[in-house]
């Protein structure tokens, strides 16, 4: 078997599952594993996430949840705003779990300002949230990197020629047509974020790209473990109706 590529979406601070897609995924010595951010909030275990992810092999992207978590705690000057900005958004839960698991995130801090906000594999690209379709890469922010919806995923035609964009940050059963559980194919974009925390779902969602796996723990039935072939798991963007009825999300 070839070494392995493989991406897991959006944890959002659920450990268990997290552990139960790794032990399916079975990274050998030679694999690569890549989480594309949002380790944290709204799970009851972020701290437990980060800690594990932090001091792993593994690579992981920053996500807007890390970004939230950054501008609302001292590290960065705390403010008013961003902190009732991360609280709205599931930072309850984190705080919560650094309390129970007695760390202090100081070290965390540091870690999530170090991540990148994109990396590319050559023909994969991996990315948190999109990148906005009218700038090239060198004029982008990372809050586009980290934030966009919209704009990215009604793209007319593939950003890149030779690379596929895999990106987390909007739940898939988000856009019309796509069942929960589902992953979601766009213009020259695969969306992997398939809602571990939303009772709508529960699935938490790892991709063995080299091998068109997908790999399923879904934690709110027991961590239930399903595996795909990708074909089988990904329902490709009806053009143009689902742009108007891509339902909000929150951040």
């Not at 010595?29 to 972020?46: H, I």
């Not at 000057?77 to 995130?105: C, D, F, R, V």
């Not at 991540?115 to 090239?136: I, K």
């Amino acid at each position: 078997m070839p070494n392995r590529r493989l991406i897991i979406g959006d944890v959002h601070g659920h450990y268990d599952g997290m552990m139960t897609l790794l032990e399916k995924l079975d990274p050998g010595q030679e694999d690569r594993v890549y989480f594309l951010g949002d380790l944290v909030d709204r799970g009851p275990k972020s701290a437990q996430v980060v800690e594990f992810v932090k001091n792993s092999p593994y690579r992981c992207l920053m996500g807007n949840h890390e970004q939230l978590m950054l501008n609302a705690l001292p590290e960065v000057g705390k403010n008013t705003q961003a902190w009732q900005a991360w609280l709205y958004s599931g930072g309850h839960s984190t705080i919560a779990s650094y309390q129970e698991a007695g760390m202090m995130p100081r070290d965390h801090l540091l870690w999530m300002r170090s991540l990148p906000v994109f990396l590319d594999l050559g023909d994969v690209w991996l990315v948190h949230a999109g990148v906005n379709p009218y700038l090239p890469l060198s004029q982008q922010t990372e809050a586009q990197f980290c934030w966009i919806r919209r704009e990215f995923h009604k793209i007319p035609k593939p950003y890149f020629n030779n690379k596929l964009i895999i990106i987390g940050h909007t739940i898939t059963f988000t856009f019309d047509g796509i069942e929960p559980g589902s992953l979601v194919q766009g213009q020259g974009w695969l969306g992997i974020d398939t809602g571990v925390y939303h009772a709508k779902s529960g699935w938490l969602t790892g991709l063995d790209i080299t091998n068109k796996q997908v790999y399923q723990v879904n934690v709110l039935y027991n961590n239930k473990v399903r595996i795909l072939p990708l074909e089988e798991a990904v329902t490709l963007l009806k053009r143009p109706s689902f742009l108007a009825r891509l339902r909000y999300v929150r951040p």
